[in-house]
């Protein structure tokens, strides 16, 4: 985990509770990308920006939150990502958006690989209340992508890294 300066956090996505999970299990502090529809009312865009949480709008390609991700970053803070952009309920892999290749060959910084296990049993589908489960957080190490890839290849890379990590965990 990079110390100082800017790099991606890239993740797995089970459940609700994988962007508090990384949080807390990491060292740095983090900027996370978030839904839109989480910024819905005056109080929750008030409370999401106050954790350091900016919106995104999903299935597209949200120029405005590239480009408030490519300050942040360039400002030497940590941004954690999602790569497949919304939870995997079903734990199969989807294609990820290639924004994290974008980030990360743009701006040539470091990634850092995360797999989170046991989110879905402790907060599954459905579910009203958080269940006592054991959960894992396996950080990888760093990683500097090849800019020469595009940047889906890129994030097809860096999601074979997180998954990768599952066997670890």
């Given at each position: ?7 991606i956090?890239a ?71 999602f ?29 850092v ?57």
């Open positions: 985990m990079p110390a100082r300066g800017a790099f956090l993740s797995n996505h089970v459940s609700y509770l994988d962007p508090v999970v990384v949080a807390v299990a990491c060292p740095r502090r983090l900027n996370f990308m978030a839904k839109e529809e989480l910024f819905g009312s005056a109080w929750s865009c008030r409370f999401f920006s106050s954790i350091r949480c900016f919106p995104v709008k999903r299935n597209s390609a949200d120029l405005s939150a590239l480009k408030e991700a490519m300050h942040r970053l360039k400002e030497g803070e940590a941004l954690a990502l790569p497949e952009g919304s939870r995997r309920l079903d734990g199969a892999s989807a294609a990820p958006y290639p924004g994290v290749g974008f980030l990360a060959a743009k701006l040539n910084i470091p990634v690989p995360v797999f989170v296990g046991g989110t879905d049993a402790a907060l599954p589908k459905g579910a009203r209340f958080i269940r006592i489960s054991r959960i894992s957080v396996c950080f990888g190490r760093q990683m500097r992508v090849d800019k020469k890839l595009s940047y889906k290849d890129i994030a097809r890379h860096i999601m074979e890294n997180i998954r990768h990590l599952q066997g670890l965990v």
